[in-house]
């Protein structure tokens, strides 16, 4: 898992300076299958602010129905507002297999509980065009929530939950749990916060 969370973190920060990508190419769900994709409105770039990484395992993990396995998840939080819950995807034939259920208008019910909104999901391959070296991914419009407990101030988070089905009908799950390992947090630079808190 060491190992895999440096290439995560990299591939977001990729991810996130290339939300406004123009390219459609399909990504793939498995090495043999292609998903093909048809990308949401490009919006503005952005950059990451935040990222934590979690560890522990997915109980669940569904990309377009198919079952996989995760190597680790990761939360990162951009400067304008976009949150992604990334996962990378445990796939012998593609190491840059990346799938990130993404979001704004994200909120704190209370201390450790905190829901996102899911409006589309990114879908990032080997196979996908790529910036700077690293996979450029392929955006999908989905509807679904992710839901995480636990507190990234107390670097503890129980599990991840997340749940989407995109504008063709394919669906999305995951079900991350904890191993207890202290989250690793990361404040890349300083911006606004965008959580909606009741508490504050």
Request: proline share 7%; aromatic share 6%.
């Amino acid at each position: 898992m060491r190992l895999c969370k440096p290439v995560l973190a990299a591939t977001l920060v990729s991810l996130a300076s290339s939300w406004a990508s123009p390219w459609a190419s399909p990504c793939f769900a498995e090495s043999s299958a292609a998903i093909p994709v048809n990308n949401p409105p490009a919006q503005q770039n952005a950059l990451i602010d935040l990222l934590a990484l979690m560890s522990g395992h997915c109980k669940t993990l569904k990309v377009a129905g198919r079952t996989f396995a995760c190597k680790t998840v990761a939360y990162a939080h951009g400067d304008k507002g976009r949150v992604n819950f990334a996962v990378a995807v445990d796939d012998p034939g593609d190491e840059n297999h990346v799938v990130s259920f993404s979001g704004e208008n994200g909120k704190r019910a209370d201390d450790n509980s905190y829901e996102l909104p899911i409006d589309r999901m990114l879908l990032n391959s080997k196979d996908r065009p790529k910036v700077d070296g690293l996979p450029v991914p392929a955006e999908q419009a989905s509807t679904g929530v992710c839901r995480q407990t636990g507190n990234f101030a107390a670097k503890k988070v129980n599990d991840v939950t997340c749940s989407a089905t995109d504008s063709e009908g394919r669906s999305y799950e995951l079900l991350f749990v904890s191993d207890g390992t202290p989250v690793s947090v990361r404040r890349i630079r300083q911006s606004s916060p965008s959580i909606q808190d009741p508490f504050k």
